[in-house]
Structures are given as C-alpha cells and as structure tokens.
C-alpha cells in the first residue's frame, strides 16, 4: 500500500474512492466510495436487483459491476451502502466487495474513476472521519496503531486509543483549564468594578493538579511506545561469539548465517520478535573489532548506529574462551553510551565451569545470563530479563491509558510548561492578563492531541502515514 502527501485538505467535497484492501490475491478485494454523489456514481456502474439508490442502509446486496460505457461485466460483486451519517467517514459511503484478484479489483475501481470520482489520497478516509466530527485526532491516529499492532497488547492499547480512552482525559484536562480561563478572564473584563477577585492558592492548586495529572501521563510514554512501536534490542559482541547464532534461537528461524569463521556477519539483520506480548526488534550485527576489511569496516559503523538507538543492548561474550581486553573494551564502550544493556555469556554447554566462574569474577557486580545459543539453554530466561528490563510487565498495563505518540508526548511537555509559566506569574502576584496568557497557551498545547488546534501541516504529515483507502 503506497504512501504519500494528503494534500487534499480543501477538497473535502470531492467524492472519492481507493482499493481498501491490500494490492495482490486474496479471497475478497474492496473498493471504497466517500462523498456525496458515492450513491449516485455507484449507481451508474452497479447492476442489480434494485438501483443503488433504494437499497437500505447497511445491507449487502449482490449484482455486477458494470463499464458505464459499454455495459460489459467487469466483475459479479457484494455492494453495501452506509448513508450519511451513519458511516466511516459520516458521508455517503459505499463498499464494493469483488474478486480479490489485483486487475479486477482495479478494473472496478476504474470504473468508478470514469464516472468522476477522484482517487483517495492516503488516510483520506479517516482523516474525513476527523474533518466530519466522528473521531478527534489522537483517534484517527489510532486508527494506524490497530492496524500496525505487532502484538496482543500493543492492539489493546491501540484499541483503547480508537475508543477514545486518551481523548476522554485530554477533554478534561482542556474543561478545567477552559473553566479557569473563563473566571480569570471575567477578572480582566471587570477589574474596574467590584468583583470577587481569584484566590491565587486556589488558581494554583488547580494549575497544579493539572499538571500532576499531565505528568502521570507523561510517565506513562516509554511503556507505551514499546507496545507500538517495539523494544528495540541490539546484540553486540565480538565477531563469533554467537550473536547471529543468538538471534536464531531467539527467533526460533535460520535468519541469520552462522559459520565458525569470525567476521561472518557484515549488515544489520532485523526481526520483529513477540516476547510475553511485547513486541521486540532484534538486532544481530557485525562483531565488533579492528579490521582493515572495507566491508567488514562498514559492518562495524552500521553496529554502532544501531548501538546508538537501542533502547536495550545485549553484549555476547564466548564463555568457553577467557574473556578478554577486547570484550572489556566493547562493555566499557557500551556504558559510556548509558543504555541499558544485559550481558550474555554463550557457549555454556562446552565452557567449563571453573572457566565460567573466572569469567565471572571478571565482571564482578555485573547480572549476567548464561546460555547456549546452540542447545537452547537458557533462552527463557533472556527473555524474561528482556521483558522485564522494558518495565512495560510492571504495571498492569490493561489499566489506564498509556502515551504512545511522540506528538502527544510533545504537545504535553508544552502545556506542562505553559502551566509553570502561569504558576509563576500567580505566585508572582502578576495581573491575571499573564496568567490567562500561560493558561491560553497550556490549552492550545493540549488541544493539539485531539486535534482542536492543529495545523494543515500537522495533518499532512500524520494522513500521509497511513496507506492508501483507509
Ligand atoms: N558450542 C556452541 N557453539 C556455538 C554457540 N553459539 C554459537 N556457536 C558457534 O559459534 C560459531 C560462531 O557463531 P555465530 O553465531 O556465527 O557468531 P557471531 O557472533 O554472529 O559471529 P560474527 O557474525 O562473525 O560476528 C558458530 O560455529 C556457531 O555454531 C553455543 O551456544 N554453543
Ligand atoms: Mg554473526
């Protein structure tokens, strides 16, 4: 599904129609029609039973897709007609159902296009949704979340973010501030006259339980974008001491090539991996040492990129050899980056034990993990440890709404911001023009989550993800 610019702010009254359904085979292909002649071009290109035009809201009904200008077949189909405003977008909407093959399902959206339909950009019809009043922003957002969810709760969250979980906090946030707006400005208005004026504790106790509550959920931002988005887990480690061997077990699949010779790996190889529900990118990279070799030189610049953005590193050493300066060097390298990181000695099935416990010493106050990356052994507990180091598995995360987007996360810092400025202004026995002007200002950050203050620019950019006809 192809991405690209909405753009299309302005043509809101434009019907439009796109494939709903991923372009290749499969059992059904959807053609979508939005807008206020979608009944009337359905009409001209769909024979059946009844003209489009009287058949009920919400029914599926079984005719043909026709060329207007021929009259030839193009495909028999199931035709459904949701009526403004009971539908996705609350306009017209029409969903034709035919063959899921990839030149029928485009032959019947050409004949839609014939008749005058314009072709959807991508998001359009849910960012319509939004336009219309259905869905707030932070809503159409989630409607990407549900549809690229990677693991049972990463959906959840998505899901409670299509309800309208987040939205409901935002709105409250913004009805206390829109209140104390209201009662400071009516001390602007009539500072002339006889009026009881606010209490500063009080604005400032309010102001504040506000920003408490916006703090709450601010904290909440890195469990939830490790539900969307993924733990982004990179093994590091000298050349051959098991990384892509590692990285196969974990993954249950030969994804990576394995040999004895050291230097194996050259590129950054990458898996989406579902650990207890959290999803997990892993990582396996090139080993880490002096090289000469421009390729394996490469290797090693991709490796420390992907050392810089995990949010987890796990460095690999051989525990059937003694660990060594360079293993040394690589760990003390990883802690000046200051992520988080667990260390794993492999090759426990052939490492002896009075080597393990020498290796150990080495690293003293360190937790290691011990495993065999060829045998298996091990494994559940690098796991755990993986989950566990998220932090995600620490909270009931079924409950309360997580932050998962780094607009909402930004939009928030801003208003938390605004909201000190106008504490200040009040603890400063400042006139109530500053502190309405800071409390303005929180306002318009927060609105930006749901999309009550938002930019074309902003729109743009968020419809543009999304893949085309949804
Ligand atoms: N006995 C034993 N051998 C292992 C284990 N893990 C990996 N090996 C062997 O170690 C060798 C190197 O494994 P790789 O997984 O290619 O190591 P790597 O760290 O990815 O190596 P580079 O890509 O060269 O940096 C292979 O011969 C593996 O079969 C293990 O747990 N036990
Ligand atoms: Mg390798």
């Not at 009337?40 to 005719?63: M, N």
């Not at 809503?139 to 693991?151: G, H, L, N, S, Y």
């Amino acid at each position: 599904m192809s991405k690209g610019n909405t753009g299309n702010l302005s043509s809101i009254e434009d019907t439009i129609a796109a494939i709903s359904t991923p372009l290749g085979e499969g059992g059904i292909g959807i053609v979508r029609l939005s807008g206020k002649d979608a009944v009337k071009i359905a009409e001209k290109i769909f024979k059946g039973e009844k003209p489009v035009s009287q058949i009920s809201s919400h029914r599926v009904t079984y005719g043909e897709i026709i060329d207007p200008q021929t009259g030839d077949t193009v495909d028999e189909v199931l035709l459904t007609v949701f009526k403004a405003p009971n539908s996705y977008t609350t306009e017209n909407l029409v969903e034709i159902s035919c063959h899921g093959g990839q030149l029928v399902v485009s032959k019947v959206l050409e004949q839609t296009l014939k008749c005058g339909v314009r072709l959807a950009e991508p998001g359009e019809f849910t960012l319509r949704a939004f336009i219309n009043g259905r869905i707030d922003l932070s809503q159409a957002e989630a409607v990407a979340e549900v549809i690229r969810a990677k693991t049972d709760l990463g959906l959840k969250l998505g899901l409670k973010h299509l309800k309208g979980d987040l939205s409901e906090k935002i709105n409250s946030y913004r009805d206390r501030l829109i209140d104390l707006l209201a009662r400071l400005e009516v001390e602007i208005d009539f500072s002339e006259e006889e009026i009881e004026p606010l209490e500063g504790d009080k604005v400032i106790e309010e102001l504040q339980s506000i920003q408490n509550e916006i703090n709450d959920l601010l904290s909440t931002y890195n469990e939830g974008k490790i539900l969307k988005e993924g733990l982004n887990v990179v093994i590091i480690g000298k050349p051959n001491v098991g990384k892509s061997s590692l990285l196969n077990a974990l993954l249950k699949e030969d994804r990576a090539i394995v040999t004895p010779i050291p230097g194996t790996t050259r590129d950054v190889i990458s898996e989406f991996a579902n650990f207890k529900g959290i999803p997990v990118r892993l990582v396996d990279t090139a080993g880490y040492r002096i090289s000469k070799d421009i390729i394996e030189l490469e290797g090693i610049k991709r490796t420390k990129i992907e050392m810089g953005e995990a949010d987890l590193l796990l460095l690999v050493m051989d525990t059937s050899s003694e660990i060594n300066e360079e293993d040394l060097n690589l760990l003390q390298e990883m802690i000046t980056l200051k992520n988080k990181y667990l260390l794993v000695f492999n090759k426990i099935d052939i490492a002896s034990a009075d080597l393990v416990r020498k290796n150990m010493e080495k690293l003293k106050d360190k937790s290691i993990v011990k495993v065999s990356a060829l045998k298996g052994e091990g494994l559940d507990s690098l796991k755990d440890m993986i989950v566990s180091s998220s932090l995600v598995l620490q909270k009931d995360q079924t409950q309360g709404v997580l932050l998962s987007s780094i607009r909402h996360k930004d939009a928030l810092l801003r208003a938390k911001k605004s909201l000190s400025l106008a504490m200040d202004s009040v603890k400063n026995k400042m006139s109530p023009e500053f502190v309405a002007l800071d409390v303005k200002g929180a306002l318009d950050a927060i609105g930006e989550v749901v999309g009550k203050t938002v930019t074309d620019d902003i729109l743009n950019k968020i419809f543009s993800e999304f893949c085309i006809g949804k």
